[in-house]
């Protein structure tokens, strides 16, 4: 897991310009404005996300593996993160269908994005699968 949010962020806020170009100034402005706060909140949930990693007692090894400890304030701004991780691959993948065949030829980076893509995932659904278990 870890491996995998230190590719955090992976959106980038070129992807909403590109959609949907700003034609007049104040679109421009108003595009601009986005930008700097997508990339203020990136910087400090890389910020938050480095800190939350380093922290005593975060890890705790167990039987299985380790268990990893939140809060549930901390496990929503997580989903945030993983969301990113994921959109943000594949978007840069070329938004692929997954009802559709796969690019005839892999590359490294390709595979990468595809793998953040799939664990982002599996862990968001870990996620929801742990805040809905019943209390033990």
């Given at each position: 897991m870890v491996?995998?949010?230190?590719?955090?962020?992976?959106?980038?806020?070129?992807?909403?310009?590109?959609r949907h170009?700003?034609?007049?100034?104040?679109a421009?402005?108003?595009?601009?404005?986005l930008?700097?706060?997508?990339?203020?909140?990136?910087?400090?949930?890389?910020?938050?996300l480095?800190?939350?990693?380093?922290?005593?007692?975060?890890?705790?090894?167990?039987?299985?593996?380790?268990?990893?400890k939140?809060?549930?304030?901390?496990v929503?701004?997580?989903?945030?993160?993983?969301?990113?991780?994921?959109?943000?691959?594949?978007?840069q993948?070329?938004e692929?269908?997954?009802?559709?065949?796969p690019?005839?030829?892999?590359?490294?980076?390709?595979?990468?994005?595809?793998w953040?893509?799939?664990m982002?995932?599996?862990?968001?659904h870990?996620?929801?699968?742990?805040?809905?278990a019943p209390?033990?």
């Amino acid at each position: 897991m870890v491996s995998l949010l230190r590719r955090y962020p992976v959106m980038i806020a070129a992807h909403y310009r590109a959609r949907h170009p700003a034609r007049t100034p104040e679109a421009k402005k108003n595009q601009e404005l986005l930008e700097d706060a997508l990339a203020e909140q990136q910087n400090e949930n890389r910020r938050n996300l480095e800190l939350l990693l380093k922290e005593p007692g975060r890890f705790t090894e167990h039987d299985l593996g380790f268990v990893f400890k939140l809060s549930y304030p901390e496990v929503e701004w997580l989903f945030q993160v993983l969301n990113d991780i994921r959109v943000g691959s594949w978007i840069q993948l070329g938004e692929p269908d997954p009802d559709k065949a796969p690019p005839a030829q892999a590359t490294e980076e390709n595979v990468q994005l595809a793998w953040a893509l799939e664990m982002a995932g599996l862990f968001e659904h870990v996620l929801l699968e742990a805040i809905n278990a019943p209390a033990e």
